[in-house]
C-alpha cells in the first residue's frame, strides 16, 4: 500500500492541491483500493480521535491569551513578576 500512497501523494501534490488535501486524497485512495477496510470507517474513526479533552482545551485555550492580551492583563502580569523578581 505505501508504494501506491507515495506516488499517489505525489502526483497530486504536482497538480497543486495543498498539501493536506493531497494527503487525504492519497490516504483514502490508498485505503479505499488496497485495504479491507470500509471508507465510511476512516472518518468516522477521525472524528472519534478528535474527541479528546486536552485536542478541544486548545482553542480555549489561545481564546484566553487572547482576551488577555486584548484587555490588557497580560502586561499587568509581567509587570507584576518584574516587579517581584526586582
Same mark, same amino acid.
Not at 487572547?66 to 509581567?78: C, K
Given at each position: 500500500?505505501?508504494?501506491? !500512497?507515495? +506516488? =499517489?501523494? %505525489?502526483?497530486?501534490?504536482?497538480?497543486?492541491? +495543498?498539501?493536506?488535501?493531497? !494527503?487525504? %486524497?492519497?490516504?483514502? !485512495?490508498?485505503? /479505499? %483500493?488496497f485495504g479491507n477496510t470500509n471508507p465510511v470507517i476512516v472518518p468516522?474513526?477521525?472524528?472519534?480521535?478528535?474527541?479528546? %479533552?486536552?485536542?478541544? $482545551?486548545?482553542?480555549?485555550?489561545?481564546?484566553?491569551?487572547? !482576551?488577555?492580551? =486584548?484587555?490588557?492583563?497580560?502586561?499587568?502580569?509581567? /509587570?507584576? $513578576?518584574?516587579?517581584?523578581? /526586582?
Amino acid at each position: 500500500m505505501i508504494t501506491a !500512497l507515495l +506516488p =499517489i501523494f %505525489f502526483a497530486v501534490l504536482l497538480l497543486g492541491l +495543498p498539501i493536506f488535501a493531497s !494527503l487525504a %486524497f492519497a490516504v483514502f !485512495l490508498a485505503i /479505499d %483500493f488496497f485495504g479491507n477496510t470500509n471508507p465510511v470507517i476512516v472518518p468516522m474513526r477521525m472524528f472519534t480521535g478528535m474527541n479528546n %479533552f486536552s485536542l478541544m $482545551a486548545i482553542p480555549f485555550f489561545i481564546l484566553a491569551a487572547e !482576551l488577555m492580551r =486584548i484587555g490588557g492583563l497580560s502586561s499587568r502580569l509581567i /509587570d507584576l $513578576a518584574k516587579a517581584l523578581v /526586582d
